[in-house]
Each structure stands twice: as structure tokens, then as C-alpha cells.
């Protein structure tokens, strides 16, 4: 088992920045690809951002492409999310999930096996 939990949510104004983290236990952090997922009301579960176990492989929704960055501390085992320009669209509950899917930047959301209990981001305009 893997215990997830995100922090850092908040309400920020359109054109603003902010910093999710993640922070696993239970199991080699290592072993884990990792992804960010979001989900506004009313809309399915989307890929924000996908890494592979070492960072080498990292993928992104066309929406948030040069605006977020994913990244990961081994060595602390924590996942972090940088989200620059906000747009009020950018709205919804973020989720981290980890996948067995270790060396590839996953981006189906079937394919993790671990999630964290969401965090809320509110961009207002």
C-alpha cells in the first residue's frame, strides 16, 4: 500500500502561482511513477501531468503546457506540482496517484493504482 496526501491548495487570482506537494509513505517512493490529476464539477477526472520514477519522462496536458512543471524528491518522497499563469479554468480538486508503471509518464488514469483524497485550487478571475 502507498498513503498519499497532496497539501498546498488554495484560492490564488488568475495569473498567479502555486505549489502542490505530495507526500507518499508505505512503500519505495522510487518504485512509483507518479501523475497529477484534476477534476472540475460536473467534468470527468483528467491527466494534469505525468513523471517516471527517475524524472526522466515527464508528460503534460496540452491545457497547462509551460504554465505547470511536475517534479519529484526521491529522496524525500514527495511529488510536487509548480503552477505558474493560473487561469480561472485551472479551477478543480487536484489529485496525486502513483502507478506500478514505474518507467513511463502515465497518463491514463486507469493505470495508477494509488491515490491521494484530492486538494482544492480555486483560480478566481
Known amino acids: 500500500q502507498v498513503q498519499l496526501v497532496e497539501s498546498g491548495r488554495g484560492l490564488v487570482q488568475a495569473g498567479g502561482s502555486l505549489r502542490l506537494s505530495c507526500a507518499a509513505s508505505?512503500?519505495?517512493?522510487?518504485?512509483?511513477?507518479m501523475g497529477w490529476f484534476r477534476q472540475a464539477p460536473g467534468k470527468e477526472r483528467d491527466i494534469v501531468a505525468a513523471?517516471?520514477?527517475?524524472?526522466?519522462?515527464?508528460s503534460y496536458a496540452t491545457s497547462v503546457k509551460g504554465r505547470f512543471t511536475i517534479s519529484r524528491d526521491n529522496a524525500n518522497n514527495t511529488l510536487y506540482l509548480q503552477m505558474n499563469s493560473l487561469k480561472p479554468e485551472d479551477t478543480a480538486i487536484y489529485y496525486c496517484a502513483a502507478s506500478r508503471l514505474r518507467g513511463l509518464a502515465i497518463v491514463t488514469a486507469a493505470a495508477y493504482d494509488y491515490w491521494g483524497q484530492g486538494t482544492q485550487v480555486t483560480v478566481s478571475s
Open positions: 508505505g512503500r519505495t517512493f522510487s518504485n512509483y511513477a
Open positions: 513523471i517516471s520514477w527517475d524524472g526522466i519522462y515527464t
